[in-house]
């Protein structure tokens, strides 16, 4: 099985993504004030509650996976995302947009992916195979729906640090689905 290896590339990407997003965006990781359209302002207000709710998916499986290897794509998962919020956060700042509060987990947001409560609720009352199941399960649509709104980034957005950024969100986030299928396959 390839997952360490996987892993290990993947790792690498994100590294190499987030210093380029950080080298390529001005001071402190901050896009440009100027160069920037109202897609930019959807991914980036989108995407931070998007990924809030992947790192409070990632926060339960240390305590509830009985896989080590899901417990360690959720320990990636938190790494990768963690980081993207915080640089989102400053480009609406600097944007003079207000960064959203919370994961906005209920139903019919509209953003691609997201859970509902209940499905939430799911997830945070199971353990063992059953945790692993719906974890992988919904990390999987999870990400598809980042996926969505990363390449309505590229295709629509204006600024290029967000436009970089939603080219190593797709890219990453789509190696760890086939690393979640490979995952499904063997749990």
Do not use: Y
């Amino acid at each position: 099985m390839f997952i360490p290896l996987r892993r290990s590339v993947v790792v690498i990407a994100l590294a190499a993504a987030t210093a380029l997003l950080f080298a390529g965006c001005g001071h402190k990781g901050t896009a440009s004030v100027t160069n920037h359209n109202a897609a930019d302002i959807a991914f980036a207000t989108n995407m931070i509650p998007h990924h809030r709710q992947a790192v409070a998916m990632a926060d339960l499986a240390p305590s509830r996976a009985s896989s080590a290897k899901i417990k360690a794509l959720a320990l990636q998962i938190k790494a990768a995302q963690d980081p993207e919020i915080a640089l989102m956060s400053g480009w609406l700042k600097t944007w003079s947009r207000p960064v959203p509060s919370g994961t906005m987990t209920h139903e019919g947001q509209g953003t691609p992916g997201m859970m509902g409560d209940q499905a939430m609720a799911k997830l945070a009352a199971s353990s063992g195979p059953e945790f692993n199941r719906l974890f992988l399960t919904m990390m999987i649509e999870h990400h598809q729906g980042a996926i969505d709104m990363a390449h309505a980034e590229e295709r629509d957005g204006t600024n290029v640090g967000a436009q970089k950024l939603a080219k190593a969100i797709a890219a990453a986030q789509s190696a760890e689905i086939d690393e979640m299928k490979e995952l499904q396959q063997s749990n």
